[in-house]
């Protein structure tokens, strides 16, 4: 240890000055998808407490966290029993493998819950530590399982233009950030991508039906242009998060679907936003109808308490599988207390009816208010399913226009939304929403205040500072 870190460290506390914690915090943490040297300029914000959907920060300001954290913290945040669960876990067997012919009670008990709750046949469990480990195994494992079948030239894996699956090499490539893939030599061989299936934005003169066949058709075409013999599978999340909660028009689905099937494409659904109860269900999956042969979940499944995250597979790709020895797996595959949190955290949703709740009477009572937003002169649309949402900021709403500068009029929401204690984030023009499921009808008001608020106070300076420009 260098000299002094003991002094220092022992007074890190959350009584702190504030400065001083962000000077501390700048001195020494790098942040993920951050620019440092500006962060330290601004000062970070240090989140001291959370109780319900409200965060307090170190200056004792409170918000309401429309966010769920980063679209996780589903149950809502103080549940108690979640740390109980943790903390008996520990003290029983803080760690064991689930490599050497060995498991453990949480593990098995996880993964005998998760096949009871898991659409149709996905009753199979693979672990991983987080939904980027998930879907970098899923790469690996869609390629063993046509390996194994006899197909190994079946390597290709499509997905998505602005889609997010990760940040890991794998993950990374398979997610369709441009920005993401300019660093670090992503994406890796045999990793394509086609178009999203949003209308709002790219949809033109078209109607949303039309488009969103033309979108899935876009997959067609892919397949053919490689050859089915070449495609191992097509991935996506039900509705995208990161990338702007973009909802597919109706069409969009059954035909991904169809294409899937008749060509002999495994479909990854990723569910690490839309798992457990984001979209008025318990998958995605069941709210759009679609029929994965794989599932990635994260997130939600621990409500964020813990981090912990999976494939879900058909049996058809566990029988296989299990024909092989499957060479991979992390030293926190299934760790039992990231399982016992997950349990206890799937216990809860379960007995108090919380995602039947917030789908069936706090999802309209949402959607309602949250629509009413696209009342307000800088909203071109308000789009919900469930728990998420998203506005799309716009200079001329009448056109779906986009501003000619994207980022600083979602960067200056953002910053009206904090001042109004409300926190939601831009992405691409867009802010979005996905609050905890426990949210009720009040805090839905407060939400929708505190947003026509601080779209006002946005627009003006918007008007100010002369930045309402249309890209052209
Ligand atoms: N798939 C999807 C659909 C995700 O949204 C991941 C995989 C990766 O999960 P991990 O646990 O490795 O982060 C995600 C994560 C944002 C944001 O700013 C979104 C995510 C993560 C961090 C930030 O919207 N999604």
Known sequence: ?????????????????????????????????????????????????????????SDGNTYLDAMAGLWCVNLGYGRSELADAAARQMRELPYSNTFFQTSHVPAISLANRLAELAPHDLNNVFYAGSGSEANDTNIRLVRTYWAEAGKPEKKIIISRHNAYHGSAMGSGSLG????????GGLPIDNIHHIDQPYWYGEGGDVGPDEFGLERARQLERKILEFGQDRVAAFIA???????????????????????CNQYNVLLIAD?????????????????????????????GLTSGYAPLGASLVNDRIAEVLNGCEFAHGYTYCGHPVCCAVALENLRI?????????????????????????????LVGEATIIGHMGSIALSPDKQNRARFANDEEAGTICRRKCYENGLIMRPVHGRMVISPPLIITEDEIDQLAERAWKALDQTRSQILDEGLMKSVH
């Open 349 to 377: 949703l379960d007995e108090e009816k919380i995602i039947e709740r917030a789908g069936r009477i706090m999802a309209p009572y949402l959607k309602e208010k949250w629509e009413s937003l696209a009342e307000h002169p």
């Open 237 to 259: 999340e039900p509705i995208q998060g990161a990338g702007g909660v973009i909802i597919p028009p109706k069409t969009y689905w059954p035909e991904i679907q169809r294409i």
């Open 176 to 183: 369709g950030m441009s920005y993401m893939h300019a660093q």
């Open 271 to 299: 569910e690490v936003i839309t798992g457990f109860g984001r979209t008025g269900r318990w998958f995605g999956s069941e709210t759009l109808d679609i029929k994965p042969d794989v599932m990635t979940i994260a997130k």
């Open 1 to 57: 240890m260098k000299s002094g870190r003991i002094a220092v460290l022992a007074h890190i506390t959350n009584h702190m000055p504030t400065s001083e914690l962000q000077a501390l915090d700048a001195a020494h943490h790098l942040h993920p998808f951050t620019n440092g040297n500006e962060l330290k300029n601004t000062g970070v914000r240090v989140i001291t407490r959370a109780d319900g959907v409200m965060l307090t920060d």
